[in-house]
């Protein structure tokens, strides 16, 4: 299966400032999620990217807020603009494989915001 | 809109002591059901994918079953090291680019005991 390398694991940011998450895949995959997990909940998808094309949002999240790249196959950002304390979260990519079939998340990415 | 529930939220056994987690799905049309492990500070680790009603899917200590509404994560003689966040995942029978999802459970957190 696909490795993801995501970067930064960690950082604490500033409100007002913005963060961006990177994510690097060791293979060539068609699409890459983008998810985020608030304290104690579950995971919600913020966005699919697709490479060549501009991503698509979920319902409650919009693309200044969450810009997202993705310059190739195995490779995407994530931005998280404008921080407030409420942007405090793991933000996770995930990229979709087909042998095997399956979905593969990095480690993740532990934002507080200060 | 696709739900998945989790059961229970928590769950504490003795090491050797045996039990199932619980995961009822609704999904207008079910692709695959996903059981992950996550770890504390780690992004989810992938477990099993079941299809349909019927299927079962073995892993060391633990068996994955389906059926039309639910699954379930048996776990037998867990170990210390089986402590980890449990998370359940369908997918919505979407393939097109931006309809394509993964709708996550909350997860039971277990905690094995020595």
């Known amino acids: 299966s696909a490795v993801i390398s995501q970067k930064p694991s960690r950082d604490i940011c500033q409100r007002g400032t913005s963060l961006t998450i990177q994510c690097q895949v060791d293979?060539?995959?068609?699409?890459m999620f983008w998810y985020r997990q608030q304290p104690g909940q579950s995971l919600t998808l913020i966005a699919t990217?697709?490479?060549?094309?501009?991503?698509?949002?979920e319902s409650g999240f919009v693309i200044d807020k969450f810009p997202i790249s993705r310059p190739n196959l195995t490779f995407s950002t994530l931005t998280v603009s404008n921080l407030s304390p409420e942007d405090s979260s793991i933000y996770l990519c995930?990229?979709?494989?087909?042998?095997?079939?399956?979905?593969?998340f990095g480690s993740g990415t532990r934002l507080t915001v200060v | 809109e696709d739900q998945v529930t989790q059961s229970p939220e928590a769950l504490r056994l003795q090491e050797g002591e045996s039990s199932s987690l619980n995961c009822s799905y609704t999904?207008?049309?079910?692709?695959?059901l996903f059981w992950y492990r996550q770890d504390p500070g780690k992004g989810p680790e992938f477990l099993f994918t079941?299809?349909?009603a019927g299927e079962e899917k073995e892993k060391e200590r633990l068996k994955a079953t389906l059926t039309k509404k639910e699954s379930f994560l048996h776990i037998t003689a867990p170990k210390p090291e089986d402590s980890a966040t449990y998370l359940c995942?369908?997918?919505?029978?979407?393939?097109?680019?931006?309809?394509?999802?993964?709708?996550f459970g909350t997860g039971t957190r277990l905690t094995i005991i020595p």
């Open positions: 990217a697709n490479q060549g094309s501009e991503a698509t949002y």
């Open positions: 999904v207008s049309g079910l692709r695959g």
């Open positions: 079941l299809y349909s």
């Open positions: 995942a369908v997918h919505n029978g979407r393939t097109n680019f931006g309809n394509e999802k993964l709708t």
């Open positions: 293979s060539q995959v068609t699409m």
């Open positions: 995930s990229v979709k494989t087909v042998l095997p079939y399956g979905y593969t």
